[in-house]
Each structure stands twice: as C-alpha cells, then as structure tokens.
C-alpha cells in the first residue's frame, strides 16, 4: 500500500508531456524580425501558436536544445500572457532545462538581448510585433534571437519555416502552470525525465540596467539630470515595455523628475495608438517640446528597440543624422574609451552621414541589408561597434540588438560633455561634413500583388541598359542616373549572400532613391521609398523641400499613385 502512494503521489506531482497531432499552416516566413500576423490570427486558428513555437524548437539541434536555458519576454502586447504560459509548457515538453522570464512576462527586446549574454543561453524569445499597434485588434507577434543575443540569422529563420510548413505534432505540458508574478525559482518534475524543468522570473531591468551602468558614467549623466545646472528632459514610453526601464534608469537612478517620464505604463494596447517613434506617431510629444520648456526629448517603440531623439523646440534629429553624431562624439561615451572603435555599419537605405564620419576617422563602415540581424556577425567578429538604422535604430556592441533607451544615454553623454544643445551639436555636425538629408515615403496596407508588380516592373525598367544616363528634370533640377541595381549583400565573415534587398537608383550627384517593401507589416504590403541627397552648402533648409523634386521623380518612375489609386504616403518619415 505505502508503495501504491508513493506512485499514486509521483505521478500526481509529476507534469505530463503529450503529444498533439497538428496540421501546418503556409504562413508562418518570419519576417524583418520575427513573425507577425492580428491577434485573431493567433486566436481563431487553431493551434496557430503551437506550430510556431515548435518550429522554433525544432529547428534547435536537440543535444544543444535538452537541459539549455532559454530567455522568454515580451512588451506586454495583448496576448503576451497567453503565449508565455503555452511557450512556458512546450519548453518544458521539448526538453529545455531552465527558462529564465521577465517579471510578469515583461522585457524589452534590447534587455532579452543582455539577458541572453548574461546567462549564456541558447537564445530567447520575444513577444512582440515591436512598433506595430496592439490589442484584440492589433498584432502579435514572435521574435526569435540566437545565443548571441540577436535576431536569428536567415539560415535559422528559413528552417523555422520549413518546419512550419510540413509540421505534424507538438510536444507540450498542458498540466503545467507558472507564476509569472513573483520572483525567483519554481521547479517541476517531468515524467521521464531525470533534471527538473526550472522557471526563474527575473526582475525585468536589472541586467540591463546593471549593462549600462558599466556603459555610461553614470554620475556625469546624473549631474546633467539633477545637478545644479540640469536640463529639462521628456521621455515617452508610448505605453510600451520601455516605462519601468525608463523610470527605474533615468528616474531613480539619475535623478530625472518622475513627471519627465510620458506613458511609462506599459498596456496591452498602447492606449489604441501605434507605439512607433517618429515625427506622425509621437506627435504629443513634438507638441509638448514645442514651447521650450525642455532641452531633450526622446520617444520609443512597443519593445524599446527604436528611439527618437529631438531637442527643444522639438528639434528633431533623423537617425540617420543620429548615428553619425554619435560616431562623431564617440568617446564621450567611457565603453568606446576602453574598447576602442572597431567599425562603423548602417543599413542601406540609411543616409550616408555616418560614412562622411567613418572616413574622416579613417574607421571601417560596412553597408549592410535592413534589419538588425546584420549587424550581429560583424560585431561577433569584433569588427563593429556602432551602427544604426534610418528607421529610428541605434546601438552598439555591448548587445546584439538596437538599444533605445542606449541611444538616450549617448546623446546625453554627448550633452554632458559638449554643453551644447541638440540643435546646435546637429548644425555643427552639419557645417563640418555637410547635410544628408532624408525622408522616407510608407504607403501602407497596400495590396500585394499590386506592390509586387510596381516592384517586378520597377527592377526590369531598372535593369535595362538605357535606364543608366536617363535623365530626370523637375523644375530647374536634372539628375542623371549613374547606377541602378537590387541591392545584394556578401556577409563578410560567413560570405553568405541576401539578394532582393532593396532597388537603388544612384544618381551623379549621389542623390538616391531606394524602393523596398517592408518585411515586418501583418497584412497586405507596405512599400517603402527612402530619398536622400547630400548637400555641401544649403544646409539649413527644409528636408522636404529640398527632396520634392527627387519624391516627384519616384512616384513618376513607380507610379505608385497610379497603380495603387493613393495621393499621398500614410507616413513620412
Ligand atoms: C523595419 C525597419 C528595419 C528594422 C525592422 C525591425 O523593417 O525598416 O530597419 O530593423 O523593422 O524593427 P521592414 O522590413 O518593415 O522595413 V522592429 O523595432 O519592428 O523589431
Ligand atoms: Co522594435
């Protein structure tokens, strides 16, 4: 009998793992960075999510998947706990030994990046359609980092989708339940299994924040927030994940009043807006820097990957122009000083500005493709150490991600030390290098396959021998074409090759026109039109005056407007 109880309690404390017979769905292709699909997507289909996670755990060998640590986050979207307590269940099932999660599901993307590092895990996975709106309306979204820290490298990404589409079962723990609330370990017995499965919940900030404090000089930084002679800062978390990292770094670290820190409140729905940092959907902000009454002013996305940077008056700093200041002031952070400065790298569409830096400090630049992913074996490979991306993107070596709440603190450590405004530390940039200056067209929820065909056309009048020499007038301005291509790029360290990255028309002057579609929309296509110009002497215009006549030249090389009955982009940035 007493051996009747103790097996009647084994089994009773033991969690069991099933099987379940599944059918594949064919759109599960990760995108720019992860998979993002509406929320009723992941809700009305069945086992939706299911497929997605097993394909993730299936595309890891299972000698380096049994017993390893993965990290699990996510912004907070709707439909992160949800995920969380099915993802807590199949790792279990698939044989991971220890998940370590951000309190109450919460992490940044940057944070899952350090956290990843600390804890030498196998990779991670994000809960987030990063600056896409959220809700039972929005999207949702799954971004899947490797054991450096960054977004998984193509190869991994195509086999997760190769096993989505032939998937048959999934292995889970259904029985099993977490605490994602409090702190510290819970431990589970699996049936076969010898080793535990051990939960840790963490303390969403401190790694990262502990990350940074190692970054910056943090009592100069504090100086300048509560010092004497302090600035004025607004910092809007957008309802995103960043607010308890804003609160807890900038508040109660530095000193920053506790009314500098704007929609610090991470929501599921980001308050029915789009949690994305530029001048259209942080326009609160813009206005409320507009009057002066503060010196710095900086917005972020859903994951707090992206930042935008403005001055007072609402100043605002394109990215592109960003990175360059911050590769220009490079040592005013301490990091750079003790690790030197390996390279300098940004995505193609980005504006050439940090290249004038890179060649005056006679320092590497490398143009990659769009996306963060890039980035990651130059830096693996010690040969990167700043980069940045036209679409509000900055960061540096000490994660494999783009690091908002990062690119705050440089730009102040660039106020700490130079004393100057935003503005005039951009205009001083500019009168020594000159102004690249920028815009980016985005025509929304346009239909595929009338995108996919400006694209097809776009590439075969593109490609044909007469297109180099044409010339293009609009008003008193000609720009010739001096090369067109489909931007392709050969990893210089794994030599793999990204074909289809992006058509550029490079004009004599320089000038381009880049047109893409977006790998990170839900639904439908986004075509994306970069335009920028570098100009020596007009400096201090206006970016879409100077750039009209360029935009005129893309739509009536696209013909866009024509093909898809818009008048207009749903967003400039
Ligand atoms: C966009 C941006 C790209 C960025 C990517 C992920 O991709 O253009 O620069 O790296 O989003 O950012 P696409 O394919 O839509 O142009 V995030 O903050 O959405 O993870
Ligand atoms: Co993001």
Redesign the pocket.
């Known amino acids: 009998i007493l051996k009747y109880i103790e097996w009647i309690t084994y089994i009773l404390s033991t969690v069991l793992v099933l099987t379940v017979p599944t059918a594949p769905y064919p759109d599960q292709r990760p995108?720019?960075?992860?998979l993002r699909k509406k929320v009723y997507v992941f809700q009305s289909r069945r086992h939706y999510l299911h497929n997605f996670i097993q394909s993730i755990f299936s595309s890891i060998d299972l000698r380096d998947r049994q017993g390893s640590t993965m990290v699990v986050g996510g912004d907070g979207r709707f439909f992160n706990q949800t995920a969380i307590e099915v993802i807590v269940q199949m790792a279990a099932a698939n044989g991971v030994g220890r998940l370590i999660i951000g309190q109450h599901g919460i992490m940044s993307?940057p944070a899952v990046s350090c956290v990843i590092r600390k804890y030498k895990a196998i990779g991670g996975i994000i809960l987030t359609a990063?600056?896409n709106p959220g809700g039972p309306d929005g999207d949702f979204g799954i971004?899947f980092n490797t054991a450096n820290g960054g977004p998984a490298q193509e190869a991994v990404t195509n086999k997760i989708f190769q096993i989505s589409r032939t998937i048959e079962e999934f292995a889970i723990c259904p029985a099993l339940r977490v605490n994602l609330a409090s702190l510290g370990k819970q431990m589970f017995d699996l049936e076969n299994k010898f080793k535990p499965f051990t939960v840790e919940i963490v303390d969403s900030v401190e790694s990262y924040a502990n990350l940074l404090r190692n970054i910056f000089d943090f009592a100069a930084l504090k100086e300048l927030l509560s010092g004497e002679n302090h600035i004025k800062i607004r910092l809007d978390g957008m309802h995103g994940v960043v607010g308890p990292y804003v609160r807890r770094i900038f508040c109660e670290e530095l000193g920053s009043p506790a009314n500098s820190a704007i929609s610090c409140v991470p929501m599921e729905d980001f308050g029915g807006q789009h949690p994305d940092p530029n001048l259209t959907y942080a326009a609160d902000l813009v206005d409320a820097m507009r009057d002066g009454q503060y010196d710095f002013g900086a917005a972020f996305?859903g994951?707090g990957?992206?930042n935008m940077i403005l001055g007072k008056h609402g100043f605002f700093v394109t990215p592109s122009d960003s990175v360059a200041v911050i590769a220009d002031n490079i040592f005013c952070i301490p990091y750079f000083q003790q690790t030197g400065v390996r390279g300098f790298a940004r995505?193609m569409p980005t504006s050439a500005a940090l290249d004038k830096v890179a060649k005056a400090t006679k320092i590497e630049l490398y143009e990659t493709p769009?996306?963060?992913k890039y980035f990651g074996n130059l830096m693996d490979a010690g040969r990167l150490s700043l980069c940045g991306?036209?679409?509000f993107?900055t960061g540096g070596d000490h994660i494999r991600e783009?690091d908002g709440i990062w690119a705050v603190l440089a730009w102040l450590s660039i106020l700490a030390t130079r004393r100057q405004s935003v503005e005039d530390i951009v205009k001083d940039h500019w009168l020594k290098y000159g102004r690249n200056y920028f815009t980016r067209y985005d025509y929304e929820d346009v239909d595929l396959d009338v995108a996919c065909e400006m694209m097809e056309d776009l590439e075969i009048l593109m490609v044909d021998k007469s297109f180099v020499g044409q010339r293009f007038a609009v008003g008193d301005k000609i720009y010739q074409v001096e090369k067109a291509d489909n931007f392709e790029y050969t990893d210089p360290i794994h030599s793999t090759i990204s074909r289809n990255q992006g058509l550029r028309i490079i004009f004599s002057d320089g000038s381009r026109i880049i047109y893409?579609l977006?790998?990170?929309?839900s639904g439908g296509a986004?075509v994306?039109i970069y335009i920028d110009s570098y100009e020596k002497e007009h400096i201090f215009q206006d970016t879409q005056v100077m750039l009209g006549p360029l935009a005129t030249i893309s739509l009536k090389i696209s013909q866009l407007h024509n093909r898809t009955g818009r008048s207009g982009p749903s967003v400039i940035t």
């Open positions: 995108g720019s960075s992860g993307t990063s600056h971004k996305d994951d990957d992206r995505s769009t996306g963060w991306e036209e679409s993107g783009k893409r977006s790998g990170t929309g986004t994306r």
